[in-house]
């Protein structure tokens, strides 16, 4: 793979806050294609606030656009392309969602289909030769589609695509940086790729790479002088034609936009926030996910926020943290609740007893001398229980 990406951006671990260039050519077309795939709610919005600017002309992008995505789990087989109920499994709820496989595995669009459109043309092209006895042209279109498919099959491309690891835990932000509208945000769900490790993955050719590089290049240099051979026999024009079709396939496949999943990651949309201005944004996305803004702040604000803004995330802080202590008030006062219960037992004597109970727990301890107890709760149901091994068995209602 190429050693720099054909578009620059910058991989964030939110883990940890580190964030590294990107050098992994997946990357760069995933960022580089993104208007492309980009849903469409992310599209209206970003052309509602355009459409609200007072500014005249309507500018090309205003504030900053955080799209949230999460990495789709692994489809079945009899699912990924259930979009019709011609079998069984339901079908696929989203566009993202047909076809998606596992994670590095990427999915088949009409530009990967070209390739073989075009070798069936280029061949039946060349197939019009032989009626007229010259097989020359037709035996260059067999050899030249054949060395340009047989790296795709032996070379190792996949290990060298998706050097990673896999099931990532920490959510990652991909943006270009100051000044880009956009920045996306993908979630750790134990589904996606380490894009860190992804960004970082470029390696040295080793042998494996340079060996197969050398033969086919010698190759391809015999057919070239074996291409000559023709010179200006009528066979030559059918020769530049086909080449034609070849180079004119090769550049719409360079320069067409793609889906994320044909680079093999596969996502599905949560959600996107959009501001006024760029720090409305931040704030909208902190209010969600916590200690984002302290990861953003860093790239879209390198040398400091204002006062009055900082006061906006240490208000947002000290509402997370009061709503963290109500709810582990809220589970200590259940749990508390929750033990008290007033028991009667029967024990041999006659006597009735009245005891505190855990009710939740793996077993209740039977007083002694008793061979069974009921168990009042607050709910005004009387749970019934038998002696065992001097333990109580499961209650039934």
């Known amino acids: 793979m190429p050693a720099y990406p054909d578009c620059s951006c910058i991989v964030i671990n939110s883990a940890n806050g580190q964030g590294r260039e990107n050098n992994s050519w997946v ?23 355009i459409n609200a600017s007072q500014q005249t002309p309507k500018p090309a992008c205003v504030s900053l656009c955080v799209a949230v995505y999460a990495p789709l789990p692994p489809q079945p087989s009899d699912q990924r392309t259930n979009t019709s109920g011609s079998f069984p499994g339901p079908p696929l709820q989203s566009p993202a969602q047909q076809g998606a496989a596992k994670q590095s595995v990427p999915t088949r669009d009409w530009v990967s289909w070209s390739g073989v459109i075009t070798i069936l043309v280029q061949l039946g092209i060349s197939g019009a030769c032989v009626r007229e006895h010259d097989w020359l042209p037709l035996a260059i279109a067999v050899a030249g589609n054949g060395l340009a498919y047989l790296p795709l099959v032996l070379l190792p491309w996949k290990a060298e695509k998706w050097r990673c690891r896999r099931k990532a835990k920490a959510s990652f932000i991909l943006t270009r940086g100051n000044g880009h509208q956009h920045a996306i945000v993908i979630l750790g769900n134990r589904h996606g790729l380490h894009l860190e490790d992804l960004a970082a993955a470029h390696t040295p050719i080793g042998c494996e790479f340079k060996i197969p590089t050398v033969v086919f290049a010698a190759l391809w240099i015999l057919l070239l002088i074996d291409s000559t051979s023709i010179g200006s026999s009528p066979s030559s024009l059918w020769l530049l034609i086909i080449g034609a079709i070849g180079m004119l396939q090769n550049i719409i496949v360079a320069a067409c936009r793609r889906d994320s999943g044909v680079n093999g990651i596969h996502l599905d949309f949560k959600e996107c926030f959009m501001g006024g201005r760029v720090m409305d944004t931040l704030v909208d996305v902190e209010e969600k996910h916590a200690n984002m803004w302290k990861i953003l702040q860093g790239v879209f604000f390198p040398n400091r926020t204002r006062a009055e803004d900082q006061e906006r995330f240490r208000a947002i802080d000290q509402r997370r943290e009061e709503q963290d202590r109500t709810a582990t008030h809220d589970v200590q006062r259940d749990a508390a609740s929750g033990t008290e219960m007033i028991a009667r037992t029967r024990a041999s004597s006659g006597a009735d007893l009245s005891l505190l109970i855990p009710r939740a727990g793996p077993a209740y301890e039977m007083p002694a001398g008793s061979r069974e107890m009921d168990i009042l709760q607050h709910d005004g149901t009387t749970i019934r229980a038998r002696k065992a091994n001097h333990r109580l068995d499961d209650a039934t209602r």
Do not use: I
Not at 34 to 46: F, L, R
């Open 27 to 49: 990357l760069g077309r995933l960022m580089r294609d993104y208007p492309n795939w980009m849903v469409k709610a992310v599209k209206d919005t970003v052309q509602d606030a």
